[in-house]
């Protein structure tokens, strides 16, 4: 394996490699795991701890009240620091394009666009949509015309709205009916006033940022928690109640706020943002963020045109976007169906995922490209690291030691899909590339799971020359079911570096 040599310096590493590689991945030795092992062995010398990155940086916790990145409050989000700190350690320059191919809240993006650096972003949910558009305008809105509306919704008290919340089946009784009528009301109310097109995006996005808020709703990684006092939980416990069984506890949120009022103070904070970064000068640029899914979009895209790659895919953590913004995209009216689809679209990371396979195969067969399917449908199926992670999984599945069956073909599906992924990528940028991708590795039923290096192995495969794994000092933590049954294991949460030759 070839060692890059690299444009920056680092920091001091803070523990030898030797010491972040992994002696063992099944939980008291159930199934083989010899793969695994000489896999670590393989990348040790590219393991580096260090504190350049934290925790704070490769969540949205670094972005939570940064200016513009806070507008929307997109917790699978990384900050932007780290974006601005990568841009610097890949040294890239204006005319440069960076790719992002899981654009969610468009961090990327935007950080590239206060840098004077091209990008484009892919992503699927109509929600990063929005806040992107609402975002991208920041330089164009007219203050004056903004804070007349603050003062028009100041004076104003929501009447009766005219349309009802879109709600599909799972978002049913999210709101108090009050809070449900003024959030319709402003709803209408802007539609129809005679305004900046801006202006209107930026009052959806407003709106949309606070249905949580204003909710009987939480997001809580892979769902919805539901409080106490809705009506969902309160007929559920009925009918737990009359089967006999007790009644789910649900939590409480306590007193919920008033849609007005925390509306004017989103709005503050926007005109607050858009007014001092209008002050700022900036390169122009051009960034565009793409619709769809990028397992069928990236294979459309034109080759060797990208400098650099800055994104976090899903991870394989069971966490459905499609369900813990539920909200979001029923009122941004995706509707039932087309909430299943972007279930089905989104990166294999849910125990619902169904098999991809057909149609990518469909989709690469209509773009005169079945034999370059078949090429990376084989990297991925012969790649021992993978297989041996299937077999263990099947194992444990067999002993009664993973709770979800979905678990299996979702694990397989998402480095099927990932492969495909960094196919593309590998085909789209140019020479010299450097690619940057945050995942955390995980566990299921006592099987460690090393997503970072098994990734790594595959863009190997694929071409890529590895160069960094760099691993945060903060350990990623287990559900308390895995600690309960397995023990507890830090595992790593990782940024991989790798560069197109
Ligand atoms: C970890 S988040 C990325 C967050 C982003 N780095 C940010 O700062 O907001 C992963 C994103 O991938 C998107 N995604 C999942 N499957 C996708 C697909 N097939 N095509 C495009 N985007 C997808 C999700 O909707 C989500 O926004």
């Not at 009301?185 to 900046?196: A, C, H, K, N, V």
């Not at 469909?362 to 090429?375: I, K, M, T, V």
Request: a negative charge.
């Amino acid at each position: 394996m070839r060692q890059q040599s690299l444009p920056w310096q680092f920091d001091e590493p803070l523990s030898d490699p030797e010491e972040l590689v992994r002696t063992s991945f099944s939980h008291d030795g159930v199934s083989p795991q010899s793969a695994r092992l000489a896999l670590e062995q393989r990348y040790m010398s590219l393991l580096e701890e260090t504190d350049k990155f934290d925790r704070r940086l490769v969540s949205y916790q670094g972005n939570k009240r940064a200016m513009l990145h806070s507008w929307f409050k997109y917790r699978e989000g990384f900050s932007a620091q780290l974006v601005e700190q990568l841009i610097e350690d890949f040294d890239l320059k204006s005319g440069d394009t960076i790719l992002e191919p899981f654009s969610g809240s468009a961090t990327t993006l935007l950080v590239a666009r206060s840098l004077g650096i091209d990008a484009t972003g892919l992503e699927i949910l109509p929600v990063c949509h929005l806040a992107w558009e609402a975002k991208s305008h920041v330089y164009e809105y007219d203050l004056d015309e903004l804070v007349r509306l603050f003062d028009m919704i100041r004076t104003t008290n929501p009447g009766r709205a005219s349309a009802p919340f879109p709600h599909i089946v799972i978002t049913e009784s999210a709101f108090p009916a009050e809070a449900e009528n003024a959030l319709m009301f402003y709803t209408g109310w802007f539609e129809q006033l005679e305004i900046s097109s801006q202006a209107k995006v930026l009052l959806r996005l407003a709106l949309t940022s606070i249905l949580e808020e204003i909710s009987y709703t939480r997001k809580d990684g892979q769902y919805l928690r539901w409080d106490i006092r809705s009506e969902k939980v309160q007929s559920r416990n009925q009918q737990r109640l009359a089967n006999g069984k007790k009644p789910v506890k649900g939590m409480n949120k306590g007193h919920l706020p008033d849609v007005k009022q925390v509306l004017l103070d989103v709005l503050r904070i926007y005109i607050d943002d858009i007014h001092k970064l209008q002050k700022k000068q900036y390169s122009p640029s051009q960034q565009r963020l793409m619709q769809g899914s990028t397992l069928e979009i990236l294979p459309t895209l034109d080759p060797d045109q990208f400098a650099a790659v800055i994104t976090s895919p899903p991870y394989c953590n069971r966490y459905d976007y499609t369900r813990t913004y539920a909200l979001e995209l029923a009122y941004l009216g995706a509707g039932e169906e087309g909430i299943r689809a972007l279930r089905f679209d989104q990166l294999s990371c849910t125990v619902e995922h169904r098999s991809k396979a057909d149609v990518l195969r469909e989709h690469y067969r209509s773009l005169d490209q079945e034999a370059r399917f078949e090429q990376i449908w084989d990297i991925v199926q012969s790649n021992l690291v993978f297989n041996e992670i299937n077999r263990a999984l099947a194992i444990r599945w067999e002993r009664g030691e993973i709770n979800n069956q979905g678990i299996l073909p979702m694990v397989e599906g998402y480095f099927t899909e990932l492969t495909f992924v960094f196919a593309e990528i590998f085909r789209t940028c140019r020479s010299g590339a450097q690619i940057a991708f945050v995942n955390d590795n995980v566990r299921y039923g006592g099987e460690i799971i090393p997503v970072d290096l098994l990734s790594t192995d595959l863009a190997v495969q694929l071409g890529f020359e590895p160069v960094k794994v760099y691993v945060l000092p903060q350990r990623k933590g287990n559900s308390s079911q895995q600690m309960g049954r397995f023990g507890r294991e830090a595992l790593r949460k990782s940024i991989t570096i790798w560069r197109k030759p």
